[in-house]
């Protein structure tokens, strides 16, 4: 599994053409925002996940991960960029919204995407050990459920995924200098 | 499955002390709590779903759906009972801290609850066409997660289930009236 996903992220990002259907400078655009919210979780030592959410061309819900920081399992990017965007479409549902996200979504925020009835998720790289949108499984495209999401993934994967990494790379020396000291 | 799950909860209301090794009184007592909740969205019009968590013996956390009074996808009983236990446990993992809820969680919380790493959580009657822990499928027991919560069903479920179909059953005659006005 983690393999398949290694060699679709590395396809997509070296074809991206190969997303025929979609209009990839808008997603590029919005995935470049999603990008800008995770360098915010990367500045407080989060892992650095963005989220923005595209109603008519507009962003009118961002969020970053701030799990430790705020101490609340909620604090996902995902469901903060949902919380403010039910906000400004004064509804529940976000019909007629695309969801940007730089990391896979998570099975907790997978199940809001689909309670929110969003129609489109972009994900930049996928999440091969905890994501829900294809690796472990895929909550946005179950027939049992009542909605179904549409999924474009590996716009601008590797910048996605290198911010991750760099993270990852940063922690594993942050606790080995507190082990020595 | 709808059936296998009404047999299942037919079979625990009338038998509860076929769950061995929980303490039936305690998880009754806490039951009474969450409908307690879940009848503060009765009185909303929204659909009767409430939930406490307990830790060491005290609830930390309560919420009931508001889902369409607050026009918030993340509105749901459960969440805003981890957000609230989260902020009273200074923490995002609520190990230890059981979850009592009215109904099946869906594919959000059941998640959250994941995400949270909560280890047990008590239901009181299923969902057989959108429950996640169970039903449509078992969020709390997949091998591939990090986390597994153990799952007691059926608690105090024949008030659960009436509170729902009473819900459902006055909806129904609410929009009857509406379409006739």
């Not at 997509?12 to 360098?39: C, F, H, V």
């Not at 995902?78 to 004064?90: D, Q």
């Not at 922690?171 to 000291?181: D, G, I, P, V």
Request: aromatic fraction near 4%; include cysteine.
């Amino acid at each position: 599994m983690d393999q398949n996903i290694k060699n679709l992220n590395k396809e997509l990002n070296q074809n991206p053409a190969s997303r025929q259907g979609t209009d990839i400078k808008k997603d590029e655009k919005y995935m470049r925002e999603a990008i800008r919210q995770a360098k915010k979780a990367y500045a407080l030592e989060e892992a650095p996940i963005g989220c923005v959410i595209v109603y008519r061309d507009k962003i009118i819900g961002r969020g970053y991960n701030r799990r430790t920081v705020d101490k609340n399992t909620l604090a996902h990017a995902e469901l903060t960029a949902i919380r403010k965007a039910c906000r400004k479409m004064e509804d529940w549902r976000l019909e007629e919204c695309t969801m940007y996200v730089t990391l896979e979504p998570c099975q907790m925020c997978s199940g809001a995407i689909v309670q929110a009835r969003i129609p489109r998720v972009v994900v930049g790289c996928m999440n091969p050990k905890a994501g829900c949108a294809g690796s472990i499984l895929n909550l946005l495209d179950m027939k049992e459920f009542n909605h179904q999401a549409d999924l474009t993934i590996g716009v601008l994967g590797e910048e996605c995924s290198e911010m991750m990494k760099q993270f990852f790379r940063e922690l594993r020396e942050r606790q080995k200098a507190k082990k020595k000291s």
